[in-house]
Nanobody
Framework: QVQLVESGGGLVQTGGSLRLSCAASGITFGHLGMGWFRQATGTEREFVAAISWSGGNIDYLDSVKGRFTISRDNAKNTVYLQMSSLKSEASAVYYC?????????????????WGQGTQVTVSS
């Protein structure tokens, strides 16, 4: 059974930092492209960042470039999202997801595996 488990969310002040982690099990992690998405209340799920299986290809939502960093450790079956200079609009539930498609893709429909999400709240 494939499981993706996020952790690291919480409450942070504007301008602060958080590091999200997503641990995978039940699947060959090194074969998956991994993505982070977020969804605020009343909005659609939004692409944030993605990394290819090797880490060689990385993509970011324009508004987070230079502030967020996605990385992965295939030996630990874990993908990370380091978030810095956080703004209030970053408040959302953050999901990690795994995809077998090359890219890595931005389209959430190309991700087959999803975690349960972790809440990030940025207060002003």
């Amino acid at each position: 059974q494939v499981q993706l488990v996020e952790s690291g969310g919480g409450l942070v002040q504007t301008g602060g930092s958080l590091r999200l982690s997503c641990a995978a099990s039940g699947i060959t992690f090194g074969h998956l492209g991994m993505g982070w998405f977020r969804q605020a209340t009343g909005t659609e799920r939004e692409f944030v960042a993605a990394i290819s299986w090797s880490g060689g290809n990385i993509d970011y939502l324009d508004s987070v470039k230079g502030r967020f960093t996605i990385s992965r450790d295939n030996a630990k079956n874990t993908v990370y999202l380091q978030m810095s200079s956080l703004k209030s609009e970053a408040s959302a539930v953050y999901y990690c997801a795994g995809s077998v498609y090359l890219g890595p893709p931005r389209d959430h429909r190309r991700y087959s595996y999803w975690g349960q999400g972790t809440q990030v709240t940025v207060s002003s």
